[in-house]
Every structure is written in structure tokens, then in C-alpha cells.
């Protein structure tokens, strides 16, 4: 699209900044410079601000794709003389802040606003707008600015194109609160609905009434969003909307569009960051940026109209971190007075010295659905790029192990301090506890403690995660206690420990107390601890004797020692689920007062830890990740020689993959940690096989003859991997031979025996070598192990018919991510010259003869992985390691009855 001018109109200001400036000694100057003083600079806002970035953003663009003119409001030529009468004006006085926290460039200072002190306008609280300087009647894009300052009210001031529109203009109407509201509104709903890209703020609608999670989780805060824009009455003007885009500070934003009825949305968002994350690592505050947001995207679509809209909106979110970062100008020693303005042309060029993020990251929403709300509710960005994109969890795995998180680019990260997590669970659980700890140092009022239960099996890492949160939030006013309430003799105990807390906080010191085992039993009741702290955490007080001591501000954190979540604690999970506690039913945990301590508790989390969180359920998939994150954060504290110079960790690939994929670690994160204190490698730079413990010490924190094996397999897979996927391809031979895929390019031999015959391309080997590789993932998710045996000796074992099925299935989806990711596509007739497949389609939708060729290969795995020497066994049924069946001898082997080879179709 070749756009040839561009409207630019909506409510003006004139920005009033003001900044000290210190005094000049200098005898030949007037007696005032002497002193301190202050300064003030009237810059451009609102459109008019909006206006000068569109041009900018404009001049970034190919020259042979756009020329455009932008028709816009003109400022008044001496903007100090203008009184608030005629033009708002908004007063803010700025400071120096280091440009960036990272230590290369934190003493290159920028104004940034330290203070904002509102506004200023026309006694009557009207403002008065003329028309439209130099109007075209036919722009191809206009762009509005609606502040909600009166613009919307003054027809007159309003561009021809809105009230009289002879073509098609593209419309980007950025509107603030109050929303659905004014002449402009209704105008542009009524005459250029289809036609226009409307931008929110994400707050404006919460102060519409939407209920939308503020700093939780990406999947959080977007489903919610959806989910209000869907069933939300007061958003009912939103619903149907063509194009609307909703940002979410300098952080990400959503693009949602309704075509035929059907609401496709696109969730961009900073991996690495949460709303107003962003803001949050810089000093200050900035003004216009969403100037600085509408401004790229505005340019986007006069380059590519609608198709534009999804790099408009990475760039839009770029342009106001880098407006951010950059401030009103730097700060110089100079005695010059500085240059104090908007970097219009700045936030639009790329820097690799000014750090603003990550890539900003797409991703497909779901589908809001009423008849499915819990599936929409619990979706995830890290479950939804393993499905669709076949990012297999243990690659993934290894990648953060190995790589750090820089190679999770799309995968949402939180980090607090030393702290990082990738489960949606324990982000959405310790960001609401950053925020309550946020909250509750910023209120100065405060008297009684803040309370926090925490939960997890035992080495899962409970008091390290509460505490690297509370660290990250109030690092300097934060001092930490810990106490086992299981080894006080009793209350006196309690009391004393109580009288160390307010001792603390007379120090000036914000206690966070750990209260370990807080549910344990006292007195042979079972939490018969509860009762005592009712008093001092609902009142802040505490009883010694007969004397009342008030505690003063102070964390309370309960970790719990016999209760493995907050479901458990309060006697709300499955009765049949081993982990429950046995010492919970309804009528104790009503008895000792546990519904008044859950009263009082603010907020809970449940760590996972490093071990699967139940072995009989598929559900909990990520604990490899979980891992994986744990691994690495170890390797970054205790082992820093095995990183190289590009924080690559130098770490035997079997190593790594017996700390990833071994059954469980038996005492949690401390059996990690202590494997790693054990391993020989101090004065290394690489860890070998040969740094690990012996299996003796091994047997202390993970099962030594399955870790073992685990180290080696991986050596020993990858040397049969070949072999393999050669066998996969003579089944698939002997199923088309005869057929009319006989002759097709995927039916060729492996290797040519003549000249004259063609032998299989590259890709199709690297699709059966792919197939082979994904044999350990079916195993691991499926329960089973694998261990090398002498060849020959190994017996096929026989999957039951559900673990056929499911295994069936998963081979399915690897295979479609596999056709997609290298261009091929759904076709109604498969076509190799096309790239087309009539198989890409979901499981449920194929025949049942293309699902008995997934089947027949899944039931093929056990008789190929004996041919290659390994042999297959159930771990579940062997206490997560199996014995390998007895091997038969040769009379027993030809006594019994030869079965018919099975081969694959």
C-alpha cells in the first residue's frame, strides 16, 4: 500500500518540565545565578507530540515503499506564551536517573520525571479546539488521538475524513478513559467501524469494570482478557470490534479481530518480563509513550495497512522502552543549560548499547469458550509451544541446563534474584506473593504481620523461594529468621521466639520469620500449634506471661512440614492421593482453628520441587524443566568453572541427561545440590562422566543403578539412533510394497545396491532418524525404561492397548510438527512435489486405517530396541527400576512357538 497523506488530530498539551539548576559562580553574572534555581521548558504533547512521531517513524521506512505527507493540529509558535486557558497544560519536573542498570552505562545519566504535579487549564474546565489546519478530504490513514480532554466533543476540530468521508481511510483511533463515551466515538462507529484499529490501555478497561489479573502471568492477565471482552456486559462495545489492540504498558499488548463472527486474537508479550515489569527495572517515570506506541504502528499500516498491524505493534513497544530508557536528553556537566525534549527520532533507531529487552514474542490465544472454562483457564504458553511447535521438553531441558534461558526466547520466564521459574503455577504463586510483599513495605500504617503459608515435599526448596522473592522486593530492610516450631517444648518457646521478631523490627529491620513445620503436633494434637498464632497475626501482639508486647512490622512465613500443598493443609485434596497428609480430616483441622489461620494467611504458594509431583499421574510433565531451571541455577552459584566465556555450561551430555531424566531425587533439591558438592570438580572446566560420585554415595539421593544407566544410555542410543531408523524404513517398505506407493520418492531403498537404482533422499532418513530419537521421549511419557543388554538377549515387551493408543497418537503429532515445520500442508490429496498431506489433520479426524500405521509402529518399538541390544521394562512396576526379565535359555527359546514377523503398513 502506497499511502499518500496521513491525518494526525486529537486533544494537544503543552508539557511544563521543570529541573534544578545549580548556581554559577561567576562575579559577572546577575546576583540570581548565584543560587539554585529552577528551570522551566514548555514542550509539544498530545497530538501534537503524536504528529512529530508519525513523521519520525515515517523517515525509518523504505523510501520506494511510502512517501507520505502528515497533515497535522499546528502548535503554537511560542508554546511559553500560550496560557492554560487555550491549551492544557500537563507540569511534571524531572531529575537525573542512570540511563540503564547495567553497569556499563549507569552513569550516563537522563531527565526522567521525578515528580508529576497534574494539570492546568480553562477555568470552565472546556477546552476549545479550531479546525484542522490544511484538512485532505481523502487521507489513506487517519490517525486519532482521544485523551478524553474535550477533543471528542468539537466537531469542528475533527478531520473531513471522519464527519464527511468521500473514500476509504484506514483508521487508528487511540482512545483513553472514559471509554464508549463522546460524539467522536459514536462518529467513528457508526461511519468507519470496519475500517478502524482501535488501541486501549489495558487499565482503562479495568476502570470500565473488567476483572483482569494485574502481574501474575501472561496467560493469566490474556485469558482473563478475553474472557471479559467475551461475557463482560460493560466491554459489550469491544465485542464485536473488527480491530482492536490492547496494550499492556511496555510490555506486550493484544491484538484481537473478529472476522465473520469469530474473534482471533495474538497475545505479543516480553518473555522475561510481566506488565509494568519493564518499567520497574527503570529510575522515573516518562510521559507520551503511548504517543510513542501508536506512532510505529500508524507507520506499519501506511506500509502494509491491517497486515502491518503485528509489526506495528512489536515496534510500537520498542519505541517506548527506548523513549524510556533515553528520557527527556542527558545530563551534562556542562555549564550549558541542557537540551531538555522528546527523542522523537531516537526511539524509532535501533542501539545495541541501549538495553530494552528480549524480542517481543506472538502467540495464538485460545478460543474463549463457556462450555470449556477450566481448559481455557489452565492454558499455557509453555504447553501450547510443545504442542504446536514440537518443542520436546527434554531438548528444552537441556537447552536451559546448557544455554542458560537465552535460548527460551518465547518461553515465560520469572526471575527473582536468584529465583527462576518457568511453571505457570509458581509464577502466578510467587508473583502474588512479590506483589503482597510490595504492598505491604509500602505502607507505612501497617500493625499487624503479613502473613504467607508455603507448602512442598520436603528439599523442595520452600524457605529459598520465599525468601529470594522477599530479597528481590526489600533487599536492604528485610531480615530473616528461622525457627522449627516441631523442636519448641512449648509456648513459652513460641514466646520467646516472638520477643527475637520485635527485637528486629526495633532495629529497623522488617523480620521475615520461617515458622518450619508450623503444622506439626503439639501436645499430641495434631496442629495444635495453630491456636497460638491467631493472636499475633491478626492483631500484631503477642502475650508473654500476662504482659502484651506489640510485634511491629514483620513477615510471617509458615512453611509447612507434614502437609505437601495448601489443598493438603487444609484437608481439601483427593482423599485417595498418597501424598495426603495423615494427619488431616475436616473435623481436626476444624478443631485446632484452621479455618481462623487460613483466615489470616494473605497468600500461599506450593512449590513443586525437582520431583514429579505425583508418579501416577501424566499431569505433571514439566518437572524435567523444573529441574533443569534447579540444575543451572546450581551450576551458576557452585560451579561457575564449567561456564565458558559465552555462559555455556560444559556438562557430558549422559551427565546431564541421568540429572534430568532420573526417577526421583530422593531428598529434593538438597539430593541435587549434594551430588554436584560430591562430583570431583574443583580445578575442572568440563563435567565428565568420570567427576560423578561412586554409586555408593549415589544411593543416598537417587537410585545409583538407574542413574547410572541413564549416563551411559545416552552414549549408547545415539549410537544405534542409525540402525534404527533404518528398520522404521524396511517397515514402511514392506507396508506399500505392492501398492501404488510403491514408486513414490519415499519408497526408495535406504542405500542404492546399483548404480542405476536411486537411493532415499536425505530428509526422508532424517525423518525415520527423527522417529527413532523421539522412542525415548514415548518411553519416558509413558513410564517405561530402557537399559542395554547383549545383543540378542533382550525380549520385546507388548504395550497394552492403551499405552498403544496414546504412544500412537504422539507419534501422530510428531509427525505433523515435523511435515509443518519443513512447509508441507494439509492437501486433500497427498503431493510430494506440492509439499500437501491428506494426514495433517488432528488424531480424532483420521481413519482408523491411518491410525493402525501409527499403532503398528508403536508396537514395532520393543522388537527394534531388542534388535539394537536394549531392553524395555515398565518402571512403575519395578519400583522405578525393573529387573530384566530372565533371558530364556536355548532350550526354553526353541521350545517355544516362532510368531510371525509384524511389519509395518
Same mark, same amino acid.
Given at each position: ?566 489443598? %493438603? *493443609?487444609?484437608?481439601?485434596?483427593? &482423599? ?8 488431616? +480430616?475436616? #473435623?481436626? $483441622?476444624? @478443631? ?93 572446566? %568440563? *563435567?565428565?562422566?568420570?567427576?560423578? &560420585? ?8 537417587? +537410585?545409583? #543403578?538407574? $542413574?547410572? @544407566? ?196
Amino acid at each position: 500500500m502506497s499511502a499518500k497523506s496521513i491525518v494526525v488530530a486529537g486533544d494537544v498539551a503543552i508539557d511544563w518540565l521543570e529541573h534544578r539548576v545549580p548556581p554559577i559562580d561567576n562575579p559577572n553574572s546577575s546576583n540570581w545565578r548565584g543560587y539554585p534555581g529552577s528551570r522551566f521548558v514548555a514542550l509539544q504533547g498530545g497530538a501534537y507530540l503524536m504528529a512529530r512521531m508519525v513523521e519520525a517513524a515515517l523517515q525509518l521506512l523504505p523510501k520506494e515503499k511510502i512517501d507520505t505527507k502528515v497533515v497535522k493540529q499546528l502548535p503554537p509558535k511560542a508554546l511559553e506564551s500560550v496560557p492554560p486557558s487555550k491549551i492544557i497544560h500537563s507540569i511534571g519536573k524531572i531529575a537525573p536517573y542512570p540511563l540503564s542498570a547495567d553497569d556499563r552505562r549507569k552513569q550516563e545519566l537522563r531527565f526522567r520525571i521525578e515528580r508529576l504535579d497534574g494539570f492546568s487549564g480553562p477555568d470552565s474546565g472546556i477546552v476549545s479546539y479550531d479546525p484542522l489546519p490544511d484538512d485532505v478530504p481523502d487521507p489513506s490513514i487517519v490517525l486519532l488521538g482521544d485523551a478524553g480532554n474535550g477533543f471528542r466533543e468539537s466537531r469542528n476540530a475533527w478531520p473531513s475524513a471522519v464527519t464527511k468521508p468521500r473514500g476509504n481511510p484506514l483508521i487508528v483511533y487511540k482512545v483513553n478513559h472514559p471509554l464508549v463515551s463522546g460524539g467522536l466515538w459514536e462518529e467513528v462507529n457508526k461511519l468507519h467501524r470496519e475500517r478502524t484499529i482501535l488501541v486501549v490501555d489495558i487499565d482503562d478497561l479495568r476502570q470500565r469494570g473488567a476483572q483482569i489479573s494485574r502481574r501474575l502471568s501472561w496467560e493469566s492477565a490474556a485469558i482473563d482478557c478475553l474472557w471479559q471482552l467475551a461475557y463482560n456486559p460493560s466491554l459489550v462495545a469491544f465485542q464485536e470490534w473488527p480491530h482492536l489492540v490492547i496494550r499492556f504498558d511496555l510490555d506486550g499488548a493484544i491484538y484481537v479481530r473478529v472476522t465473520k463472527g469469530e474473534m482471533l486474537s495474538t497475545l505479543f508479550y516480553d518473555a522475561h518480563s510481566i506488565e509494568s515489569g519493564f518499567r520497574d527495572r527503570c529510575n522515573g517515570e516518562m510521559v507520551g509513550v503511548g504517543c510513542a506506541f501508536t506512532a510505529p504502528l500508524t507507520a506499519r499500516i501506511a506500509e502494509s495497512g491491517i497486515a502491518g498491524v503485528p509489526q506495528g505493534i512489536r515496534d510500537g513497544i520498542a519505541a517506548g522502552r527506548r523513549l524510556w530508557r533515553l528520557g527527556f536528553g542527558q545530563v551534562t556537566d556542562s555549564k550549558d543549560l541542557p537540551v531538555v525534549d522528546y527523542p522523537v527520532r531516537a526511539i524509532f533507531q535501533e542501539d545495541e548499547q541501549l538495553e530494552i529487552g528480549p524480542p517481543i514474542s506472538a502467540i495464538t490465544l485460545p478460543a474463549i469458550s463457556k462450555s470449556q472454562p477450566m481448559e481455557v483457564r489452565s492454558w499455557s504458553i509453555l504447553e501450547d509451544l510443545n504442542r504446536s511447535r514440537g518443542i520436546y521438553l527434554e531438548r528444552m531441558a537441556h537447552d536451559i541446563v546448557e544455554n542458560g534461558f537465552k535460548s527460551l526466547d518465547d518461553v515465560p520466564v520469572a526471575r527473582f534474584g536468584d529465583l527462576r521459574t518457568l511453571d505457570r503455577m509458581e509464577i502466578e504463586a510467587y508473583r502474588s506473593i512479590e506483589n503482597l510483599i510490595t504492598n505491604f513495605m509500602g505502607n507505612s500504617k501497617t500493625v499487624r504481620p503479613l502473613c504467607i503459608a508455603v507448602f512442598g515435599p520436603p528439599g523442595a526448596g520452600k524457605s529459598f523461594g520465599v525468601k529470594a522473592v522477599a530479597k528481590y522486593v526489600a533487599r536492604d530492610k528485610i531480615k530473616s529468621i528461622e525457627f522449627n516450631v516441631s523442636q519448641f517444648a512449648g509456648v513459652e518457646d513460641l514466646a520467646k521466639a516472638l520477643h527475637r521478631v520485635r527485637d528486629e523490627v526495633l532495629n529497623g529491620k522488617t523480620p521475615l520469620v520461617f515458622f518450619d513445620e508450623f503444622d506439626s503436633m503439639y501436645q499430641s494434637q495434631p496442629l495444635g500449634w495453630l491456636k497460638y498464632f491467631l493472636g499475633p497475626m491478626q492483631d500484631g501482639k503477642f502475650k508473654d506471661g500476662e504482659t502484651e508486647h506489640p510485634l511491629g512490622k514483620a513477615i510471617f512465613v509458615f512453611a509447612g512440614g507434614t502437609s505437601k500443598s495448601f489443598a %493438603d *493443609f487444609c484437608c481439601a485434596s483427593d &482423599p485417595a492421593d498418597p501424598a495426603k497428609s495423615v494427619v488431616c +480430616n475436616p #473435623e481436626t $483441622f476444624r @478443631n485446632a482453628k484452621g479455618r481462623d489461620f487460613v483466615s489470616r494467611l494473605r497468600g500461599y504458594v506450593n512449590v513443586l520441587g525437582p520431583n514429579k509431583v505425583d508418579e501416577r499421574s501424566p499431569e505433571d510433565v514439566y518437572f524435567p524443566l523444573r529441574r533443569a531451571v534447579l540444575l543451572r541455577s546450581l551450576l551458576e552459584r557452585n560451579a561457575k568453572q564449567l561456564l565458558n566465556s559465552e555462559n555455556i555450561a560444559r556438562i557430558d551430555s549422559g551427565v546431564l541427561a541421568a540429572m534430568i531424566g532420573v526417577s526421583e531425587y530422593k531428598h529434593g533439591a538438597r539430593s541435587m545440590e549434594a551430588i554436584l558438592d560430591m562430583s570431583r570438580l574443583s580445578g575442572r572446566k %568440563d *563435567f565428565e562422566q568420570s567427576a560423578l &560420585p561412586p554409586p555408593d554415595q549415589l544411593e543416598a539421593h537417587v +537410585n545409583a #543403578e538407574e $542413574f547410572t @544407566n541413564l549416563v551411559l544410555q545416552e552414549v549408547l542410543f545415539g549410537s544405534v539412533r542409525e540402525e534404527i531408523a533404518k528398520l522404521f524404513h524396511e517397515d514402511y517398505l514392506a507396508s506399500v510394497k505392492g501398492t501404488p506407493k510403491e514408486n513414490q520418492a519415499s519408497a526408495r531403498p535406504w542405500n542404492k545396491s546399483t548404480e542405476e537404482e536411486l537411493e532415499l533422499e536425505e530428509h526422508y532418513k532424517d525423518s525415520n532418524r527423527k522417529a527413532a530419537e523421539h522412542i525415548r521421549i514415548k518411553l519416558q511419557s509413558a513410564g517405561y525404561g530402557f537399559r542395554p543388554v547383549p545383543k540378542g538377549t533382550a525380549i520385546p515387551i507388548e504395550f497394552p492397548a492403551s499405552v498403544v493408543e496414546a504412544l500412537a497418537k504422539m507419534e501422530h503429532e510428531r509427525f505433523c510438527r515435523e511435515r509443518e515445520a519443513k512447509g508441507w500442508q494439509y492437501g486433500t490429496k497427498s503431493n510430494e512435489e506440492r509439499k500437501t498431506n491428506a494426514t495433517l489433520i488432528p488424531w480424532e479426524k483420521l481413519s482408523d486405517r491411518e491410525k493402525d500405521f501409527d499403532r503398528r509402529q508403536v508396537r514395532a518399538i520393543p522388537r527394534h530396541m531388542a534388535t539394537v541390544g536394549f531392553q524395555i521394562f515398565p518402571l512403575a512396576e519395578h519400583s522405578l527400576h525393573a529387573t530384566v526379565p530372565a533371558i530364556p535359555s536355548q532350550r526354553e527359546k526353541r521350545s517355544r512357538p516362532k510368531k510371525k514377523s509384524k511389519r509395518l503398513q
